[in-house]
């Protein structure tokens, strides 16, 4: 049985690709392609897509595009293809309602696998994904079994100055000192942290925090 996909990217390059990629494979029948949030959502209806490719870091989607697509076509399943994810990305695209997660440097055959084996109901990571998440500490089974949401994940003003600390090489008393907290609740602050990120050590923390410009890299370049 034939796999209906839906491509969506904002970039023309992008789409001529992945049309070639799959020009050549029987089981993928590729049924419409969207630019944007609202044509996406046209084509949910129009096209009833088994699966749809998705840049959701792309100008003119997000992971709203996705969340709105899974409550408009219920059967449809979203495998995610970006660049490199930080774990924040990979972890709101999975509680968006995303299946499956490729990066666009992915192997052709890893990305027809990805949109075969999603629409056969089964979930897809390409091995550079993988790697990637376990370089950063990410726990990925449980982000996985974790619940779709409406709400991307945030931290709080208290969470953002606690990591922030915890990247500048402050121990937990001195973050407690510093914040007027005491030595548990910078722990729980901590533990909160992590488990809303997806990550379960403190080079992960640092990692997210440099990512997310809530520390200058600089700082670590000349550390001996």
Same mark, same amino acid.
């Given at each position: 049985?034939?796999?209906?996909t839906?491509? !969506?990217?904002?970039g023309?390059?992008?789409?001529?690709?992945?049309?070639?990629?799959?020009?050549?494979?029987?089981?993928i029948?590729?049924?419409?392609?969207?630019?944007?949030?609202?044509?996406?959502?046209a084509?949910?209806?129009? =096209?009833?897509?088994?699966?749809?490719?998705?840049?959701? =870091?792309?100008?003119?989607?997000?992971?709203?595009?996705?969340?709105?697509?899974?409550?408009?076509?219920?059967?449809t399943?979203f495998?995610?293809? =970006?660049?490199?994810?930080?774990?924040?990305?990979?972890?709101? !695209?999975?509680?968006?309602?995303?299946?499956? &997660?490729?990066?666009?440097?992915?192997?052709?055959?890893?990305?027809?696998?990805?949109?075969l084996?999603?629409?056969?109901g089964?979930?897809?990571?390409?091995?550079?994904?993988?790697?990637?998440?376990?370089?950063?500490s990410?726990?990925?089974?449980?982000?996985?079994?974790?619940?779709?949401?409406c709400?991307?994940v945030?931290?709080?003003?208290?969470?953002?100055?606690?990591?922030?600390l915890?990247?500048?090489?402050?121990? &937990? =008393?001195e973050? !407690?000192?510093?914040?007027?907290?005491?030595?548990h609740?910078?722990?729980?602050?901590?533990?909160?942290?992590?488990?809303?990120?997806?990550?379960?050590?403190?080079a992960?923390?640092?990692? &997210?925090a440099?990512?997310?410009?809530?520390?200058?890299?600089?700082?670590?370049?000349?550390?001996?």
């Open positions: 049985m034939a796999v209906r839906l491509l !969506a990217d904002h023309e390059l992008a789409l001529v690709g992945l049309r070639a990629v799959f020009a050549d494979v029987p089981r029948e590729v049924v419409g392609e969207a630019r944007d949030h609202i044509e996406l959502q084509q949910l209806v129009r =096209t009833k897509p088994d699966v749809v490719l998705i840049d959701h =870091t792309a100008d003119g989607f997000g992971v709203q595009a996705i969340r709105e697509g899974v409550r408009r076509s219920k059967r399943r495998v995610a293809i =970006t660049p490199d994810p930080s774990p924040l990305t990979f972890r709101n !695209a999975m509680r968006g309602g995303v299946t499956s &997660y490729i990066k666009k440097d992915c192997g052709i055959d890893e990305i027809i696998d990805a949109v084996q999603t629409g056969d089964q979930r897809f990571f390409c091995g550079k994904i993988v790697e990637a998440m376990q370089r950063a990410v726990d990925m089974s449980r982000i996985i079994a974790e619940p779709l949401s709400d991307p945030t931290l709080s003003d208290r969470e953002v100055e606690v990591i922030a915890i990247a500048e090489g402050l121990s &937990y =008393t973050i !407690a000192e510093r914040l007027h907290l005491s030595g609740t910078v722990n729980t602050h901590r533990r909160n942290i992590m488990q809303k990120i997806g990550v379960n050590n403190s992960a923390l640092v990692m &997210y440099v990512k997310n410009g809530l520390v200058s890299p600089n700082k670590f370049l000349f550390n001996v």
